[in-house]
């Protein structure tokens, strides 16, 4: 078992820049797909970004140029650094990971935090 703990989100003004954190513990021995994803009120859950075993990663298009995913293997840390942030970016943002699944459909990670929330106002 994988367990995934949020931190970092907060409020921001549009331009501003956050970091988020992903703690994770448990069996992290084993290599896993690392992903964020975000929903906001009213919408689906999607992917964000994904950053695999051996570093290769992922974005959506909306996120592109403006968000960074990181992890620190030593201290089992997923990081997100955003920055240039929009409104658009408000939203419950999760980190999640799975052993077999290293994509953007959120419904097949199998572990999952419990959420930070970022908001962005213009």
């Known amino acids: 078992q994988v367990q995934l703990v949020e931190s970092g989100g907060g409020a921001v003004q549009a331009g501003g820049s956050l970091r988020l954190s992903c703690a994770a513990s448990g069996y992290t021995a084993r290599r896993y797909c690392m992903g964020w994803f975000r929903q906001a009120p009213g919408k689906e859950r999607e992917g964000v970004a994904t950053?695999?075993?051996?570093?290769?990663?992922t974005y959506a298009d909306s996120v592109k140029g403006r968000f960074t995913i990181s992890q620190d293997n030593a201290k089992n840390t997923l990081y997100l650094q955003m920055n240039s942030l929009k409104p658009e970016d408000t939203g419950v943002y999760y980190c999640?990971?799975?052993?077999?699944?290293?994509?953007?459909?959120?419904?097949?990670?199998?572990?999952w935090g419990q959420g930070t929330q970022v908001t962005v106002s213009s």
């Open positions: 950053i695999n075993s051996i570093g290769s990663t």
């Open positions: 999640a990971a799975d052993h077999l699944y290293c994509g953007n459909r959120w419904r097949y990670f199998g572990y």
